[in-house]
């Protein structure tokens, strides 16, 4: 007789389908289950209302106390000066205000290498419109945007003179050069190539070659016939040196040729001079000691430390050296590219008088005048060359 097992609390049972005695489950045609959400912590709560609120008064902190170091972020102007209350009224007051606030606000300098730093780095992208993000993180300036003389243009071969541009050009070269002469002076014309001309290689590769020649061959081939003006090419001095030097000449993240750069534009300046001055003798690499810094921001337009960095001195043992030969006194004038090249050239002259060109107005002769110089160097960038040689007025 085979007996049949009785049911007992907790076994399995027709309708739920339970098996032994774990908590039952609710038919699938009954009333959902309430499922609440989990409830905060009030600490968390109490951590984003004190984030939040630092968010907004950390700046305004910062800009009274100075509570972090200030982030230099490069920027080529003068930040706005904070208004005093005067009888222009509220309304003047205010908008003043707002300008100083958004030039001074705490942390700007921060946020500003942040951003600059995701975008250069993370997104491979240019911050600013007037910069070109090329290969390798280099970084070239793109004037066409933002005037200051001509870049990418002129590096296509889009941008060439007019026969009558020439001949301008070459006229005015002609009677500063013969204007000097009378008087003995050197004049030695100088032009520091831009960076794209030197380094072409690491720009994007939708930026190509179309004309033949740029405006600097053309002037070149203009006053190549004509032995009294001294235009100084660098850019063969520059193409060479950059075969050897183990560094770039030029900023990665700037515009400007850096100290080795600048080295090697100085011997070919110096040697341009030893016509004249035949004692004028330039230094050698092996006289100087070199510092490599390779985390600099020097010259890098977004403030970013990828640059680097050398500073040249000269040894003790050739400073003082007589057979290196000087000149008596030297007017320079000059853009933002002589800044690396003049520490090379103090210990040749006695005095360097140096004035900044002035893009808008021709103010060498009235200086010559004055300074009755043995030399005038006359350095200016290939990219705004164009406006400094067809005003000179001599």
Wanted: aromatic content about 12%; charged content about 25%; proline content about 7%.
């Amino acid at each position: 007789m085979v007996e049949t097992p009785q049911q007992t609390p907790g076994a399995l049972g027709p309708a739920t389908g339970d098996r032994g005695n774990g908590p039952r489950k609710a038919p699938l045609d009954g009333p959902p289950g309430r499922l609440e959400a989990p409830r905060p912590r009030p600490g968390s709560e109490w951590m984003l209302v004190l984030l939040f609120l630092a968010g907004i008064w950390l700046p305004r902190l910062d800009m009274t106390f100075h509570l972090f170091p200030s982030v230099d972020t490069h920027e080529n102007r003068r930040p706005g000066v904070a208004p005093t209350l005067s009888a222009r009224g509220l309304s003047g007051y205010l908008g003043d205000y707002g300008r100083y606030f958004t030039d001074n606000f705490g942390l700007r300098g921060a946020l500003i290498r942040a951003d600059n730093t995701i975008r250069l780095k993370f997104l491979r992208s240019s911050p600013v419109s007037r910069l070109i993000f090329g290969r390798d993180a280099w970084i070239f300036y793109n004037s066409d945007v933002v005037p200051d003389g001509i870049t990418i243009r002129d590096f296509k071969g889009l941008a060439t003179y007019s026969a009558a541009e020439l001949k301008v050009i070459r006229g005015n070269l002609d009677r500063c050069s013969r204007w000097c002469r009378a008087r003995r002076i050197a004049c030695v014309f100088v032009i520091a190539p831009n960076k794209e001309t030197i380094y072409p290689e690491y720009l994007p590769s939708f930026i190509r070659k179309i004309g033949d020649k740029t405006r600097l061959d053309q002037v070149v081939e203009a006053v190549r016939s004509d032995s009294t003006i001294r235009l100084l090419d660098l850019r063969r001095t520059l193409w060479e040196a950059k075969s050897r030097c183990p560094y770039p000449l030029y900023s990665r993240g700037g515009t400007h040729w850096n100290q080795y750069g600048a080295f090697y534009a100085y011997r070919a300046i110096a040697s341009e001079l030893a016509r004249t001055y035949p004692r004028v003798r330039a230094h050698d690499f092996e006289d100087y000691d070199v510092v490599v810094d390779r985390e600099s921001s020097e010259d890098h337009w977004l403030g970013l430390e990828e640059n680097t960095a050398f500073r040249f001195s000269l040894k003790e043992q050739g400073a003082g050296s007589p057979d290196h030969g000087k000149i008596g006194k030297v007017v320079v004038m000059y853009d933002s590219f002589w800044n690396p090249l003049e520490p090379f050239f103090t210990p040749h002259f006695d005095a360097i008088i140096q004035e900044r060109v002035d893009r808008d107005r021709d103010i060498v002769r009235a200086l010559l005048e004055r300074e009755r110089p043995d030399v005038v160097i006359y350095e200016m960038a290939e990219r705004s060359a164009d406006r400094v040689w067809k005003q000179i007025g001599f």
